[in-house]
């Protein structure tokens, strides 16, 4: 079946960029996704790109997108302690049903 | 407007009981998506719902789980005869329509922690 796969942490200082890394299998995958999940809450979109483009530029979020090498990355610019939570990279194809998430990055910015 | 609600938030029960999740999505939403997320995994598809019917039960493990949705809102998902692999948190997502190659965003809820001891 189709995979997403992340690294599973990432800790970085306050006020550094983070760059959280996926990749993902499905060739006719649509949408790509990040979440962010914080201890307790539920899962908050943070950004999307559409797969015919490369980057899409949110404020202090950057999503860069290599469709022939399969490989989303989301960096954060001047990360904050706020920032500590678990992000998801997700996909979906052109079905539009069903979404497949990796496993998480625990992202831990330290003061 | 209010979110996508899930009850209970929590739910502890003993092995080969019967439990029922519930999800009111966002108003007006047709489309409706239930997950499993265990622990240290990303949310898992389980179902789809268009409106009433089951458009997409491919996720679901097994035949002990089933899920409805009769009147095109609020749904029900059912485990019987629970066991202890089932614990999980189940959460629900609502999203305006699903129009294939469109942008739908998904709005999830909070998720219910199931526990089977």
């Known amino acids: 079946g189709e995979d997403v796969e992340q690294s599973l942490f990432l800790s970085v200082r306050e006020g550094d960029s983070s760059v959280i890394n996926c990749t993902y299998t499905?060739?006719?995958?649509?949408?790509l996704y990040w979440y962010k999940q914080e201890p307790g809450a539920g899962l908050q979109l943070l950004t999307y790109?559409?797969?015919?483009?490369d980057m899409k530029q949110d404020q202090r979020l950057t999503v860069l997108l290599n469709k022939k090498d399969k490989h989303l990355s989301l960096r954060i610019a001047d990360t904050q302690t706020g920032d500590s939570a678990i992000y998801f990279c997700a996909e979906i194809g052109y079905n539009n049903n069903d979404m497949r998430f990796g496993a998480g990055t625990r992202l831990t910015a330290k003061p | 407007g209010a979110g996508v609600s899930q009850t209970p938030s929590n739910k502890v029960t003993e092995k080969g009981k019967y439990v029922e999740l519930r999800c009111d999505p966002i108003s007006g939403h047709t489309a409706l998506y239930w997950y499993r997320q265990s622990l240290g995994q990303g949310p898992e598809f389980l179902i789809y719902?268009?409106?009433?019917?089951?458009?997409?039960d491919s996720g679901l493990p097994n035949d002990r789980f089933f899920a409805v949705r009769p009147e095109g809102s609020v749904s029900t998902l059912k485990i019987q005869r629970t066991e202890r692999g089932d614990s999980a948190v189940y959460l629900c997502a609502s999203s305006l329509t699903t129009t294939s190659g469109s942008y739908n965003e998904q709005f999830f809820g909070p998720g219910t922690r199931l526990t089977v001891l």
């Open positions: 719902f268009q409106g009433t019917g089951a458009a997409d």
């Open positions: 499905d060739s006719s995958s649509t949408y």
């Open positions: 790109i559409f797969s015919n483009m």
